[in-house]
């Protein structure tokens, strides 16, 4: 519903199944444009009076200027149901005078495409970019290495140059991808060391980072409504005392396995934190480090799911595919694509439309479940479906495994077995589009893009249900229910344990849907998939949300 200035809305209400399913009396507190002392709020407007056939209701008058209404409800007791302190919102339109917008800092050490080493720098990027096209404005703060990707920034150029501490400190700001970029280039050579971690310092060179950001901001007045840390690396910003108070933090949690002191004082210390997926919110929620959050504020701590940058992963509008597609035509799309990865792996064509095409484009790391790719792998080849397999190894013992497994395979099912051993970001944008079936046997997994990339491809995922896999991912005998619930419609196959056996079982269950030709078409998988929505929409409204909560917390500083 998008109302106008000036109209009466009604506000419908439905308790059963929230916070207030068994209250006696329902109140609802009306505010507009965000704010809490809008002069026409109304505050604990009774509902009982509008009992509409088990819906209460109440009818206001919408301001001139209000932009939106947000809206939250309570009992006469202690239950409230404010959509976990975001409040809820209606968009309003032809509204007088501007609409309230938020000024956000990012402070990051990774971001995409200039300095990424892994999903902290694609979130970065495209929750700014999601954010920034919703109006709000949104800087982002990054180290100046050397070994920055220098021909995707544009504009770049000096404009500061500060003492701090011992140090002097250079600033520079220019655009990435449209984003306004800040970056941080102190002359002790911090960041002039060829790499963006491991040199054994990284805590000084991101402590000094974090603190030099502060300091600029305090130094140039630019403070933003919400400063925005990812990870340890940037967690000393948050307590940082020349923060003004008024000045919200957020931090994001993309892994938990470094850092974790500073992370467990930025818990404590935040206005909210986030981590990628809701499911491994509730896997972490306990973890030392993340338990500490005071008692009052229980409910600071979210998962919101990452999304996927859909301009990337296009395959509409794909440069590295042979045939674009969508939905409608994903077939014969998917078909071309899969005749020219096979083509490309040199692997054998006949009779290639009647053999799927089990896929998996990963690091090849422990967390990513070695053992159980090698067990797809075989399980795949011996039940005479073709097996492709992108993968990085970094560590030489799964990689000589890998080699082995690779030359064993290609001997035992000569034509059906591709191996690519390399970081390849065209061939992965074939592989995609070529694969029937997607496997991410993750041991754990944040929230996981691959998945996600793979179903805007129509390859249907095959993963263990874990972290973001298990919020992305709905089986399609196990999990009906589940998808219901998430508003969403089966989509694939996945698993629990940690067992060869247990991928074995999910992807018997796959071949044999596959093999059906029926079912296979009466499920549709890839169409479904194709359909539904991975990008960042809905979970940068939900961060907007968060932002706009933590801002109105930290105005009554004023
Ligand atoms: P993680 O960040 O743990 O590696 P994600 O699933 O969050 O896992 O992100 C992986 C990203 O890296 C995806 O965009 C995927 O396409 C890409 N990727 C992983 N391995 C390779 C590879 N060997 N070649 C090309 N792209 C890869």
Redesign the pocket.
């Known amino acids: 519903m998008r109302p106008k200035a000036g109209d009466k809305v009604t506000i419908r209400y439905r308790p059963e199944g929230g916070p207030l399913t068994f209250a006696r009396a329902i109140y609802c507190t009306v505010n507009f444009n965000r704010i809490q002392n809008h002069p026409d709020r109304q505050v604990n407007v009774d509902m009982r009076g509008g009992i509409n056939g088990g819906t209460l209701e109440t009818t206001i008058n919408v301001p001139l200027d209000a932009h939106v209404v947000n809206f939250s409800f309570k009992d006469n007791g202690i239950f409230i149901d404010d959509n976990e302190g975001a409040e809820y919102h209606c968009d309003v339109i032809g509204a007088s005078g501007v609409a309230p917008k938020l000024k956000i800092a990012h402070l990051a050490v990774e971001m995409a495409p200039i300095a990424k080493v892994?999903?902290l720098g694609?979130v970065v990027t495209a929750l700014s970019r999601s954010v920034q096209e919703q109006g709000h404005t949104v800087d982002v703060y990054v180290p100046k290495y050397d070994c920055m990707n220098y021909k995707e920034i544009e504009g770049l150029r000096k404009v500061d140059q500060f003492h701090f501490g011992n140090d002097v400190v250079n600033i520079y700001k220019g655009f990435v991808e449209g984003i306004k970029v800040t970056f941080v280039d102190p002359e002790n050579g911090h960041f002039r060391v060829g790499c963006i971690y491991g040199r054994g310092d990284d805590h000084l060179r991101f402590q000094f980072f974090s603190n030099a950001c502060v300091s600029y901001m305090k130094r140039a007045n630019c403070f933003p409504d919400v400063l925005h840390v990812h990870d340890w690396q940037t967690a000393p910003a948050i307590w940082n005392v020349e923060r003004p108070k008024t000045t919200a933090t957020a931090l994001t949690i993309h892994n938990l396995q470094f850092g974790q002191d500073l992370i467990r004082r930025a818990m404590i210390e935040c206005t909210f934190a986030t981590t990628v997926s809701p499911t491994y919110a509730e896997e972490i929620k306990n973890h030392p480090s993340i338990n500490v959050i005071p008692k009052h504020e229980s409910g600071k701590f979210k998962g919101i799911r990452?999304g996927i940058d859909n301009d990337i992963w296009d395959p509409s509008n794909d440069e590295f595919l042979p045939k674009p597609y969508d939905w409608k035509n994903c077939k014969e799309g998917k078909r071309e694509a899969k005749l020219e990865l096979l083509k490309r792996m040199r692997l054998d064509v006949t009779d290639f439309d009647s053999k799927p095409v089990i896929a998996c484009?990963?690091?090849l790391t422990e967390?990513?479940g070695v053992h159980l790719i090698k067990k797809a792998c075989r399980y795949a080849l011996e039940k005479g479906a073709y097996f492709v397999l992108?993968?990085?190894a970094p560590d030489n013992r799964i990689a000589n495994d890998f080699a082995n497994l690779a030359n064993e395979m290609k001997q035992q099912h000569p034509g059906r077995g591709g191996f690519?051993f390399?970081?390849?970001?065209p061939?992965?944008h074939l592989i995609?589009a070529g694969a029937d079936i997607f496997c991410?046997p993750s041991i754990f997994?944040?929230?996981?893009?691959?998945?996600m990339?793979a179903m805007r491809y129509g390859a249907v995922p095959l993963v263990r249900r874990t972290g973001g896999l298990r919020d992305t991912v709905f089986d399609v005998q196990l999990d009906p229910a589940r998808a219901v619930s998430y508003n969403k419609s089966c989509n694939g196959y996945n698993f629990d344990g940690e067992h060869e056996s247990d991928i074995e079982h999910a992807l018997s269950r796959a071949l044999a849907d596959y093999f059906d030709h029926i079912k296979w078409s009466e499920l549709d998988l890839p169409r479904a998939c194709m359909r539904q929505d991975w990008s960042w929409a809905a979970p940068s409204e939900r961060y907007i949300d968060q932002y706009w909560f933590a801002k109105r917390k930290c105005e009554s500083f004023k």
Do not use: A, H, M, W
């Open positions: 892994g999903g694609d990452n484009v990963t690091r967390q990513k992108l993968g990085s690519f390399s970081y390849d970001e061939l992965s995609y991410v997994e944040p929230c996981g893009l691959t998945q990339i």
